[in-house]
Protein backbone atom coordinates (compact mmCIF):
# COMPACT_ATOMS: atom_id res chain seq x y z
CA UNK A 1 0.00 0.00 0.00
CA UNK A 2 1.71 3.29 -0.80
CA UNK A 3 1.77 6.22 1.99
CA UNK A 4 -0.84 9.05 0.85
CA UNK A 5 1.51 11.52 2.11
CA UNK A 6 4.27 10.04 -0.34
CA UNK A 7 1.06 9.69 -2.64
CA UNK A 8 0.78 13.31 -2.69
CA UNK A 9 4.53 14.44 -3.37
CA UNK A 10 4.46 11.88 -6.05
CA UNK A 11 1.48 13.68 -7.92
CA UNK A 12 2.92 17.06 -7.10
CA UNK A 13 6.36 16.33 -8.68
CA UNK A 14 5.02 14.38 -11.91
CA UNK A 15 2.37 17.10 -12.60
CA UNK A 16 5.57 19.37 -12.37
CA UNK A 17 8.27 17.20 -14.17
CA UNK A 18 5.52 16.93 -17.38
CA UNK A 19 3.93 19.72 -17.26
CA UNK A 20 6.50 21.96 -17.65
CA UNK A 21 8.06 20.24 -20.20
CA UNK A 22 4.64 19.76 -22.27
CA UNK A 23 4.61 24.03 -22.15
CA UNK A 24 7.72 23.82 -23.86
CA UNK A 25 7.11 21.56 -26.40
CA UNK A 26 6.47 22.62 -30.54
CA UNK A 27 4.74 21.10 -33.22
CA UNK A 28 2.00 19.01 -31.53
CA UNK A 29 0.96 21.82 -29.40
CA UNK A 30 1.06 24.84 -32.27
CA UNK A 31 -2.39 25.94 -32.30
CA UNK A 32 -3.99 26.53 -29.12
CA UNK A 33 -7.37 24.44 -30.70
CA UNK A 34 -5.35 21.51 -30.52
CA UNK A 35 -4.10 22.05 -26.82
CA UNK A 36 -7.25 22.69 -25.47
CA UNK A 37 -8.87 19.85 -26.82
CA UNK A 38 -6.70 17.75 -25.13
CA UNK A 39 -6.50 18.94 -22.07
CA UNK A 40 -10.51 19.21 -21.89
CA UNK A 41 -9.72 14.89 -22.81
CA UNK A 42 -7.28 14.37 -20.03
CA UNK A 43 -5.07 13.84 -22.83
CA UNK A 44 -0.76 15.20 -22.78
CA UNK A 45 1.70 14.16 -25.12
CA UNK A 46 4.78 12.49 -23.66
CA UNK A 47 7.42 14.67 -23.13
CA UNK A 48 10.86 15.11 -24.60
CA UNK A 49 12.52 13.50 -21.94
CA UNK A 50 10.18 10.87 -20.85
CA UNK A 51 9.71 7.21 -21.69
CA UNK A 52 6.99 5.05 -21.58
CA UNK A 53 6.35 1.34 -21.63
CA UNK A 54 3.51 -1.16 -22.06
CA UNK A 55 2.14 -4.54 -23.33
CA UNK A 56 -0.89 -3.67 -25.23
CA UNK A 57 -1.86 -7.11 -25.23
CA UNK A 58 -5.49 -8.73 -25.12
CA UNK A 59 -4.73 -10.80 -22.23
CA UNK A 60 -4.26 -8.51 -19.48
CA UNK A 61 -3.01 -11.22 -17.12
CA UNK A 62 -0.11 -11.61 -19.00
CA UNK A 63 0.47 -7.38 -19.68
CA UNK A 64 0.25 -6.79 -15.79
CA UNK A 65 2.85 -9.89 -15.91
CA UNK A 66 5.40 -8.46 -18.74
CA UNK A 67 5.80 -5.15 -17.01
CA UNK A 68 6.55 -6.16 -13.75
CA UNK A 69 9.33 -7.86 -15.48
CA UNK A 70 10.23 -4.91 -17.45
CA UNK A 71 9.76 -2.86 -13.78
CA UNK A 72 12.01 -5.10 -12.27
CA UNK A 73 15.03 -5.11 -14.93
CA UNK A 74 14.25 -1.14 -14.92
CA UNK A 75 14.74 -1.39 -11.29
CA UNK A 76 17.95 -3.65 -10.94
CA UNK A 77 19.94 -0.79 -13.58
CA UNK A 78 19.01 2.18 -11.35
CA UNK A 79 16.14 3.48 -13.41
CA UNK A 80 13.72 5.71 -11.66
CA UNK A 81 10.32 5.19 -13.02
CA UNK A 82 6.61 5.20 -11.62
CA UNK A 83 3.98 2.41 -12.93
CA UNK A 84 0.38 3.81 -13.65
CA UNK A 85 -3.45 1.78 -13.78
CA UNK A 86 -6.54 2.73 -15.37
CA UNK A 87 -7.86 -0.39 -15.81
CA UNK A 88 -7.17 -0.90 -19.48
CA UNK A 89 -5.21 -3.66 -21.39
CA UNK A 90 -1.91 -2.67 -19.34
CA UNK A 91 -0.13 -0.27 -16.54
CA UNK A 92 2.15 2.15 -17.88
CA UNK A 93 5.74 2.37 -16.61
CA UNK A 94 6.72 6.04 -16.74
CA UNK A 95 10.07 6.86 -17.05
CA UNK A 96 10.29 10.79 -16.20
CA UNK A 97 13.33 13.10 -16.78
CA UNK A 98 16.12 11.61 -18.42
CA UNK A 99 18.37 13.87 -18.92
CA UNK A 100 19.60 14.71 -22.71
CA UNK A 101 17.06 12.76 -24.48
CA UNK A 102 15.46 15.86 -24.87
CA UNK A 103 18.18 17.38 -26.44
CA UNK A 104 19.20 14.71 -29.29
CA UNK A 105 18.05 14.77 -32.58
CA UNK A 106 14.29 13.11 -32.62
CA UNK A 107 15.27 10.15 -35.00
CA UNK A 108 18.33 9.95 -32.89
CA UNK A 109 15.99 9.58 -29.97
CA UNK A 110 13.63 7.23 -31.51
CA UNK A 111 15.98 4.61 -32.68
CA UNK A 112 17.93 4.70 -28.59
CA UNK A 113 14.26 4.10 -27.28
CA UNK A 114 13.63 1.58 -29.40
CA UNK A 115 16.99 0.12 -28.19
CA UNK A 116 15.49 0.36 -24.58
CA UNK A 117 12.91 -1.67 -25.75
CA UNK A 118 15.36 -4.22 -26.65
CA UNK A 119 17.36 -4.41 -23.24
CA UNK A 120 14.92 -3.67 -21.04
CA UNK A 121 10.90 -4.91 -22.86
CA UNK A 122 11.71 -7.57 -25.00
CA UNK A 123 10.39 -11.06 -23.57
CA UNK A 124 10.06 -13.94 -25.79
CA UNK A 125 8.01 -12.78 -28.68
CA UNK A 126 6.67 -9.67 -26.80
CA UNK A 127 8.05 -5.98 -27.11
CA UNK A 128 6.22 -3.20 -25.23
CA UNK A 129 4.88 -1.03 -27.32
CA UNK A 130 6.94 0.80 -29.90
CA UNK A 131 4.90 3.84 -30.52
CA UNK A 132 6.08 5.33 -27.90
CA UNK A 133 9.71 5.91 -29.31
CA UNK A 134 8.13 7.92 -32.01
CA UNK A 135 8.28 11.76 -31.19
CA UNK A 136 5.16 13.45 -28.72
CA UNK A 137 2.79 10.09 -28.74
CA UNK A 138 -0.62 10.91 -27.04
CA UNK A 139 -0.72 9.38 -23.61
CA UNK A 140 -3.88 9.38 -21.11
CA UNK A 141 -2.77 12.37 -18.40
CA UNK A 142 -1.74 10.26 -14.85
CA UNK A 143 -3.84 11.07 -11.73
CA UNK A 144 -7.41 12.21 -13.58
CA UNK A 145 -9.75 10.07 -15.12
CA UNK A 146 -8.77 7.68 -18.61
CA UNK A 147 -10.17 9.67 -22.11
CA UNK A 148 -11.87 6.29 -22.57
CA UNK A 149 -12.31 4.22 -19.98
CA UNK A 150 -13.40 6.70 -17.41
CA UNK A 151 -11.25 5.15 -14.28
CA UNK A 152 -8.74 7.26 -12.58
CA UNK A 153 -5.13 6.56 -13.74
CA UNK A 154 -3.53 6.30 -10.39
CA UNK A 155 0.11 5.10 -9.30
CA UNK A 156 0.43 1.64 -8.01
CA UNK A 157 4.33 0.96 -7.86
CA UNK A 158 7.22 2.92 -7.73
CA UNK A 159 11.04 3.16 -7.71
CA UNK A 160 12.19 6.56 -6.98
CA UNK A 161 15.60 7.09 -5.00
CA UNK A 162 14.87 10.96 -4.23
CA UNK A 163 15.26 12.48 -7.21
CA UNK A 164 13.27 10.99 -9.92
CA UNK A 165 16.41 11.76 -12.63
CA UNK A 166 17.27 9.42 -15.12
CA UNK A 167 20.27 9.27 -17.31
CA UNK A 168 21.04 7.76 -20.95
CA UNK A 169 22.82 4.79 -21.55
CA UNK A 170 26.37 5.49 -23.29
CA UNK A 171 26.59 2.29 -24.76
CA UNK A 172 22.91 2.29 -26.34
CA UNK A 173 23.27 5.88 -27.09
CA UNK A 174 26.61 5.15 -29.19
CA UNK A 175 24.52 2.17 -30.85
CA UNK A 176 21.83 4.62 -32.12
CA UNK A 177 24.48 6.67 -33.51
CA UNK A 178 25.91 4.02 -35.28
CA UNK A 179 22.48 3.12 -36.95
CA UNK A 180 22.17 6.80 -37.57
CA UNK A 181 24.86 6.63 -39.10
CA UNK A 182 24.12 3.84 -41.54
CA UNK A 183 21.04 5.09 -42.27
CA UNK A 184 22.25 8.36 -43.86
CA UNK A 185 24.25 6.11 -45.76
CA UNK A 186 21.81 4.73 -46.88
CA UNK A 187 20.04 7.99 -47.61
CA UNK A 188 22.36 9.39 -49.22
CA UNK A 189 23.45 6.32 -51.69
CA UNK A 190 19.54 6.30 -52.64
CA UNK A 191 19.24 10.53 -53.06
CA UNK A 192 22.41 10.70 -55.53
CA UNK A 193 20.51 9.88 -58.67
CA UNK A 194 16.82 10.77 -57.98
CA UNK A 195 16.18 10.55 -61.44
CA UNK A 196 16.42 6.96 -61.31
CA UNK A 197 13.18 7.47 -59.62
CA UNK A 198 11.33 9.52 -61.80
CA UNK A 199 8.96 6.52 -62.92
CA UNK A 200 7.41 6.97 -59.41
CA UNK A 201 5.53 10.40 -60.42
CA UNK A 202 3.88 8.29 -63.03
CA UNK A 203 2.73 5.42 -60.84
CA UNK A 204 1.18 7.84 -58.06
CA UNK A 205 -0.45 10.06 -61.03
CA UNK A 206 -2.07 6.77 -61.88
CA UNK A 207 -1.96 3.53 -60.25
CA UNK A 208 -1.90 4.31 -56.50
CA UNK A 209 -5.48 3.38 -55.39
CA UNK A 210 -7.08 6.03 -53.65
CA UNK A 211 -8.26 3.84 -50.29
CA UNK A 212 -4.60 3.02 -49.85
CA UNK A 213 -3.26 6.35 -50.44
CA UNK A 214 -5.40 7.99 -47.83
CA UNK A 215 -3.94 6.08 -45.17
CA UNK A 216 -0.58 6.52 -45.44
CA UNK A 217 1.90 9.36 -46.43
CA UNK A 218 5.16 8.01 -47.06
CA UNK A 219 4.39 8.19 -51.01
CA UNK A 220 4.05 11.48 -50.40
CA UNK A 221 6.89 12.72 -48.22
CA UNK A 222 9.16 10.92 -51.11
CA UNK A 223 7.26 12.26 -54.23
CA UNK A 224 7.79 16.13 -52.70
CA UNK A 225 11.12 15.10 -52.65
CA UNK A 226 11.46 13.89 -56.27
CA UNK A 227 9.45 16.63 -57.19
CA UNK A 228 11.82 19.58 -55.66
CA UNK A 229 15.22 17.99 -56.43
CA UNK A 230 14.65 17.06 -60.15
CA UNK A 231 14.43 20.95 -61.46
CA UNK A 232 10.43 20.79 -62.39
CA UNK A 233 8.84 23.95 -62.53
CA UNK A 234 5.63 25.35 -61.01
CA UNK A 235 3.55 25.04 -63.76
CA UNK A 236 5.04 21.07 -64.41
CA UNK A 237 4.70 20.36 -60.54
CA UNK A 238 0.82 21.90 -61.07
CA UNK A 239 0.36 20.05 -63.83
CA UNK A 240 1.93 16.66 -61.57
CA UNK A 241 -0.42 17.45 -59.23
CA UNK A 242 -3.57 17.59 -60.97
CA UNK A 243 -3.23 14.60 -62.60
CA UNK A 244 -2.62 12.62 -58.51
CA UNK A 245 -6.32 14.91 -57.87
CA UNK A 246 -7.55 13.28 -60.32
CA UNK A 247 -6.42 9.81 -59.50
CA UNK A 248 -6.83 10.10 -55.67
CA UNK A 249 -8.86 13.21 -54.63
CA UNK A 250 -8.67 17.04 -54.72
CA UNK A 251 -7.76 16.85 -51.19
CA UNK A 252 -4.42 15.28 -52.08
CA UNK A 253 -3.42 18.80 -53.97
CA UNK A 254 -3.79 20.27 -50.79
CA UNK A 255 -1.35 17.94 -48.71
CA UNK A 256 1.45 17.78 -51.63
CA UNK A 257 1.57 21.59 -51.29
CA UNK A 258 2.41 20.77 -47.82
CA UNK A 259 4.81 17.98 -48.25
CA UNK A 260 6.65 20.41 -50.89
CA UNK A 261 7.32 23.02 -48.36
CA UNK A 262 8.42 20.36 -45.92
CA UNK A 263 10.87 18.54 -48.36
CA UNK A 264 13.20 21.98 -48.40
CA UNK A 265 15.98 20.86 -50.83
CA UNK A 266 17.02 17.78 -48.77
CA UNK A 267 17.56 15.12 -51.08
CA UNK A 268 19.02 12.95 -47.91
CA UNK A 269 15.55 12.37 -46.60
CA UNK A 270 14.14 10.25 -50.02
CA UNK A 271 14.07 6.61 -49.33
CA UNK A 272 13.25 4.49 -51.61
CA UNK A 273 12.79 1.32 -49.31
CA UNK A 274 10.23 3.09 -47.80
CA UNK A 275 8.52 3.16 -50.82
CA UNK A 276 9.58 -0.91 -51.69
CA UNK A 277 8.29 -1.62 -48.09
CA UNK A 278 4.39 0.49 -48.54
CA UNK A 279 4.61 -1.50 -51.55
CA UNK A 280 5.47 -4.80 -49.74
CA UNK A 281 2.51 -4.34 -47.54
CA UNK A 282 -0.06 -3.70 -49.78
CA UNK A 283 0.57 -6.44 -52.34
CA UNK A 284 1.70 -3.95 -55.12
CA UNK A 285 4.80 -5.56 -57.09
CA UNK A 286 7.72 -2.82 -56.81
CA UNK A 287 9.42 -4.40 -60.26
CA UNK A 288 6.29 -4.42 -62.30
CA UNK A 289 5.36 -0.97 -61.48
CA UNK A 290 9.10 -0.13 -62.04
CA UNK A 291 8.74 -1.40 -65.48
CA UNK A 292 5.47 -0.36 -66.28
CA UNK A 293 6.50 3.74 -65.55
CA UNK A 294 10.08 3.82 -66.05
Not at 251 to 271: A, E, H, P, T
Request: contains cysteine; hydrophobic residues 35%; glycine residues 4%.
Amino acid sequence: MIDSDFYDVMKSITNYLVESKIQQMDGIYGKRLIYDHLTSSNLRSQAKDEFIMEYDLPNKKLSNKLVKITAKRLKAHGYNYMIFDHAGKSPHIHIYNIKGLDLIDHELRSIYLSLLIKKYGRYGDYDSDHCFCKNYQIVAKEWRPHFKYGTIKNLIDYRWDGTLENHMEIDLLKTAHLRLQRRIEERNKESENLDDYKWIIGWVMNDVPEYISSMNLTIFKNLAILLTNNEYDKKQIDKILEGMSKNLGRKIYGQMMGWLSWSNQDRRRFSIAEIKQFMQRHDINFKQAMEKWT
